[in-house]
C-alpha cells in the first residue's frame, strides 16, 4: 500500500541536487540491445511517488483532475512542462498540464524529456530496449523512433541503467494514461548534460518530430529548497522567461537567480536542459504561444513546510494551426498523406509512373478539394518545392502530382535520384484560399503566406519561409518581388502589382 512517508519524499527531493555533481560509473553503450534482450523499464519509485496500487493510484489521479474543464484555447498543444515530485506535492500541479491535452487525440509519439537526477553523462540516453511498466499497466515505447534517434546522432546513445532508477520521465506515465482515451506511443529521453550547445544538438535531432501529431512532455521542478515566499517570486520570474521563447534568455535567467544569495536556493529550473532543449525547438517555430497554466510549490501541500520548499510550474506550448479549406487532419490522416507522397515519388523514380491509389480506401478528409505545396528538404537544405493553389482537386491527388514535380521538374535543381530519398524529409503545405490584400499591414509574418503578381509574372512565399530566414516584412516583399516574381525588390510598391495572402496546415515527416 502506499502511504506517505514525509522523510522519504523530502529526502527523493534532494536527488534533484545529484544531476550537478555525481559523475556517471558507466559510459553509455552506442548500441543498441538485440530484441532478444528485450527489457521492459519496471516501475522505480512506485510507493514512494505515486501509490503502487492501480486502484488507488486512479483514483489520487482522479481526485486531481477533478474540478478541471477542458482548456478553451489550447486545443492544439505541441508541448507541456510539468512537475515530477511526489504526487501529494506536485500532483494538481501536473494534472493542470496534463489537462491540456485533447483526452481524445490520437498521438503519433509522445516525447517524455526529463533530466538525470543521478549521474551526469554525455548527451542524452534514448531507452530501445523495451517498453515502460507503470501499476496501470504497460506503455508502449516507439522503437522505430527510438532507435533512429539514438544511431543517428552522436548527442543520443542507449543505457539502460541510466533510465533504470530515474523518476523524472516515470511519474509522468500514470498521468498519460489516466488522461489520454486512446492508445500512445513514447520516446523517453533522458539528458545527462549541463551544456547549452549539447541541448541545442538535441534539439535539432529532435525538431522534425516537433509537428502535427506528435507531443512533448517536458518534466522539471522548479526552485530548490529556499523559503516559500522566495520559491514563488522565482518561480515566477522564470517562468516568465521561458514563455517569452528564448533560450538565450532563459540561460541568463537561470544563472542570474543561482547568483543573487537567496538562503538554501539549490536551483532556479531543476531540469533546466530539457526545458533548454525545449526551447531551442520552438524559438523559430511559427505560432508558438507559451502560457502559464498553475503555479503551486511543496508549501501549498499539507505535507510540506514553508522554510524549505520545491516550486511547480505547469506550463503548454501550443502551436497555430491554420485550418486550411476549413478542414483539418488528425494524426494518423497526416501520416497517411505523406505516406502517400513519398510512395509516389519512390514509385515514379523508378517506374516513371504515379501509383493509382483507390479513393474508397481513404479518408474523407484526404478526398476534399485543397491546393497544396510539396517541399523536399535533403539533411535540412532545401532539394525541390512545387505547389499548386487552387483547390480544384482532391488533396491526395494534388499532393501526388506537387510530390512529383518538386522531386523532378524545380527548375532549381537537378532530377532526385532514387538513392537520394533515404536522406530527404517531405514536408506538405495544405492551403487556404487567396486573399487579395489593400494594406500590407494586413500581413501577419509567420502565419501568412504571399503571393505577388504583376502583368504575365508571379511568385510565392510559403508562411515558414519568413520563420526561417528571420527576414522583416520588407524583406519578405522584397526578397519574394525579386527573388521569386522577378519584378524587382520593390515591384511589390508598383500600383498595378497585387499581393495575396493565405495560410497553409504545415505537416512534416
Not at 482548456?71 to 501529494?88: L, Q, R, S, W
Not at 493542470?96 to 553523462?121: M, W
Request: charged letters at 20%; hydrophobic letters at 40%; one cysteine or more.
Amino acid at each position: 500500500m502506499y502511504s506517505v512517508n514525509v522523510h522519504i519524499l523530502l529526502t527523493v527531493l534532494l536527488l534533484c541536487l545529484f544531476a550537478r555533481c555525481t559523475p556517471s560509473s558507466n559510459p553509455p553503450d552506442i548500441m543498441n540491445p538485440p530484441d532478444s534482450n528485450r527489457i521492459d523499464r519496471k516501475p522505480a519509485v512506485a510507493g514512494q511517488f505515486y501509490p503502487d496500487n492501480p486502484v488507488e493510484l486512479k483514483s489520487s489521479l482522479a481526485n486531481y483532475f477533478m474540478g478541471m474543464n477542458p482548456p478553451k484555447e489550447a486545443m492544439n498543444t505541441a508541448a507541456i512542462i510539468v512537475p515530477h515530485a511526489g504526487y501529494v506535492f506536485s500532483g494538481e500541479v501536473a494534472a493542470a498540464g496534463f489537462n491540456q491535452l485533447d483526452p481524445s487525440k490520437e498521438y503519433l509519439t509522445i516525447f517524455v524529456i526529463g533530466c538525470s537526477h543521478r549521474a551526469s553523462f554525455a548527451g542524452a540516453s534514448v531507452y530501445t530496449s523495451g517498453d515502460y511498466i507503470t501499476p496501470l499497466g504497460k506503455v508502449e515505447v516507439d522503437q522505430e523512433i527510438a532507435k533512429a534517434l539514438s544511431l543517428e546522432n552522436k548527442v543520443l546513445s542507449f543505457d539502460p541503467q541510466n533510465q533504470r532508477n530515474e523518476h523524472s520521465i516515470e511519474v509522468q506515465i500514470p498521468f498519460l494514461q489516466f488522461h489520454l482515451k486512446k492508445p500512445f506511443k513514447i520516446v523517453p529521453i533522458l539528458l545527462g548534460t549541463q551544456d547549452p550547445a549539447v541541448c541545442e544538438n538535441i534539439a535539432k535531432a529532435l525538431k522534425p518530430y516537433f509537428a502535427g501529431g506528435h507531443l512533448f512532455v517536458i518534466s522539471t521542478d522548479f526552485s530548490h529548497y529556499p523559503k516559500y515566499n522566495d520559491a514563488v517570486k522565482i518561480d515566477t520570474e522564470l517562468a516568465e522567461v521561458i514563455i517569452a521563447n528564448s533560450p538565450g534568455k532563459f540561460i541568463q535567467a537561470e544563472e542570474h537567480c543561482l547568483q543573487k544569495a537567496i538562503p538554501n536556493l539549490a536551483t532556479g529550473c531543476c531540469s533546466w536542459p530539457a526545458v533548454l532543449t525545449l526551447l531551442y525547438m520552438t524559438e523559430k517555430e511559427p505560432g508558438i504561444t507559451y502560457r502559464k497554466i498553475m503555479y503551486r510549490n511543496s508549501g501549498d501541500s499539507k505535507y510540506g513546510e514553508k522554510d524549505r520548499v520545491v516550486g511547480y510550474n505547469a506550463i503548454s506550448i501550443s502551436k497555430a494551426v491554420a485550418q486550411a479549406s476549413g478542414f483539418e487532419l488528425s494524426a494518423s490522416e497526416r501520416k497517411e498523406l505523406l505516406s502517400i507522397a513519398r510512395n509516389t515519388i519512390n514509385t515514379y523514380l523508378v517506374d516513371k509512373e504515379t501509383p493509382a491509389l483507390v479513393p474508397d480506401n481513404l479518408p474523407l478528409a484526404l478526398k476534399q478539394k485543397a491546393g497544396a505545396f510539396v517541399t523536399l528538404k535533403k539533411k535540412g537544405e532545401l532539394r525541390g518545392c512545387i505547389g499548386h493553389f487552387e483547390a480544384d482537386n482532391s488533396l491526395y491527388l494534388i499532393v501526388q502530382q506537387m510530390a512529383v514535380a518538386a522531386a523532378t521538374q524545380d527548375y532549381r535543381f537537378s532530377a532526385v535520384r532514387s538513392e537520394e530519398m533515404k536522406d530527404i524529409d517531405i514536408e506538405i503545405s495544405i492551403l487556404t484560399p487567396m486573399q487579395k490584400i489593400r494594406s500590407i499591414s494586413e500581413i501577419q509574418l509567420e502565419r501568412d503566406g504571399i503571393y505577388i503578381r504583376k502583368g504575365g509574372k508571379g511568385g510565392t512565399f510559403l508562411p515558414q519561409v519568413a520563420t526561417e530566414t528571420g527576414w522583416t516584412l520588407e524583406e519578405f516583399l522584397g526578397h519574394c518581388a525579386r527573388d521569386k516574381a522577378g519584378i524587382g525588390w520593390d515591384g511589390w510598391k508598383d500600383k498595378d502589382a497585387e499581393i495575396y495572402i493565405y495560410q497553409a496546415l504545415i505537416i512534416q515527416e
